[in-house]
């Protein structure tokens, strides 16, 4: 078929060879009735594709022989390779995939260990070679935006970790944070696409119900998720609930206000049932006074909302410093006072070289504890 014939048809199918990888799963439909592939065959090319990572269609089984030569022509599986695996000395491990086109996606593997037994391991992974938002205190925002990965290249990395959580871990990933490189939410219906296909126990990765979607407060995916995922878990970067304060944080947010991403939230959680996760990077002389603490307990009122308060080293080039001891313990006080549960995330030096929410760069040994709650304890590294 010339690619003439189909160009009222979604601009992605118009190139042939068709990279399945990339399209979503609506045009999936759109190319396997072009080209008159039978149901079936349009299964097993999906679960090769997405279940199995299958790169040749020639090796895809079941399909009859013009089926394989009508693919053959029509499609390609680009898949993404691992380019570098680094161990830290926290033990976390970093990976690095090449896409098909050169650029370089970071997934982080981050085991929890307790009592000498492994109780968790999650896998953040990234959404976008770069990142358009330039919040202030992140490195990916300083590069700019790149491109959207594809759903392909996310379940390649959900893939590629799960095989390296099992071979160096001997553990399946238990949980997963979109909370890598990019704002996942900027590229919403490949990440929508991928935890679709998750939801299939063939699939690589935990369940959706053990998945994690942060933002920066893109408020009409919040919404959409809400309805598209309701078991998916959603963090919110807020980092301050005064507007001017954050559109010096997040220059972005003079596009997200702060009343419409309240909205959502309140949305999300109604229909899904679960409270959302609030990220808060504290800031010294920024964002860490008690009147700071009480905005944000203002601010989210009834929402039943979690605290994830992200402390982390200074950054030269952002001119941006860690609150100290006392500063830290007040914000804490004043949260806890209003019956917020707090949490605590420690990042350090290089491992600012980070993402969206900055999960991924936090490691194990860093967050004194995950479930510290109401309050320090002692032995804090300040
Ligand atoms: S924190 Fe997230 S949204 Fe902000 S620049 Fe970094 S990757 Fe983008």
Not at 59 to 64: E, R
Not at 273 to 282: E, R
Request: charged share 25%; glycine share 8%.
């Amino acid at each position: 078929m010339s690619s003439r014939q189909h160009q009222h048809h979604s601009h992605h199918l118009q190139n042939l060879p068709v990279n399945l990888s990339q399209i979503s799963l609506a045009e999936w439909d759109e190319f396997f009735g072009l080209y008159n592939i039978s149901r079936e065959s349009q299964k097993r090319v999906y679960e090769a594709a997405f279940h199995h990572g299958i790169s040749e269609i020639g090796a895809i089984p079941g399909l009859s022989e013009s089926e394989h030569d009508t693919m053959n022509r029509a499609a390609v599986i680009r898949r993404s390779e691992q380019h570098a695996l680094n161990r830290s000395i926290d033990g976390s491990y970093r990976l690095t995939m090449e896409l098909h086109d050169g650029h370089l996606a970071e997934t982080v593997i981050i085991p929890e260990w307790h009592d000498g037994r492994l109780r968790k391991c999650s896998a953040s992974i990234s959404s976008q070679i770069g990142c358009f938002f330039g919040c202030s205190f992140c490195a990916t925002g300083r590069m700019g935006f790149h491109r959207n990965l594809s759903t392909g290249e996310l379940l390649d990395q959900v893939r590629q970790a799960e095989s390296i959580a099992r071979r160096e871990l001997d553990s399946e990933l238990t949980h997963l944070y979109f909370m890598g490189m990019g704002e996942p939410m900027h590229n919403y219906r490949a990440v929508s696409d991928a935890l679709t296909i998750m939801r299939d126990d063939a699939a690589p990765g935990p369940l959706p119900s053990h998945t994690t979607v942060s933002t920066v407060g893109l408020f009409r995916q919040i919404r959409m998720l809400a309805v598209d995922h309701p078991e998916v878990h959603l963090a919110v970067s807020i980092h301050s609930a005064d507007q001017d304060k954050r559109y010096r944080i997040m220059p972005v947010s003079s596009r997200l206000g702060l009343s419409e991403i309240r909205d959502a939230l309140a949305y999300h959680k109604r229909l899904t049932g679960h409270p959302p996760t609030i990220q808060y990077l504290l800031m010294e002389e920024v964002n860490d006074s008690p009147d700071d603490a009480r905005k944000l307990a203002g601010y989210l009122g009834d929402l039943n909302a979690n605290i994830t308060l992200i402390m982390y080293s200074d950054v030269p080039e952002s001119g941006l410093h860690r609150s100290d001891k006392e500063k830290t313990d007040n914000f804490i006080a004043e949260l806890t006072r209003a019956g917020f549960p707090v949490d605590i995330r420690w990042c350090y030096g290089e491992d600012i070289e980070a993402g969206c929410g900055q999960l991924k760069v936090c490691s194990r040994e860093d967050r004194i504890s995950m479930s510290m709650r109401h309050g320090l304890q002692t032995g804090e590294p300040l």
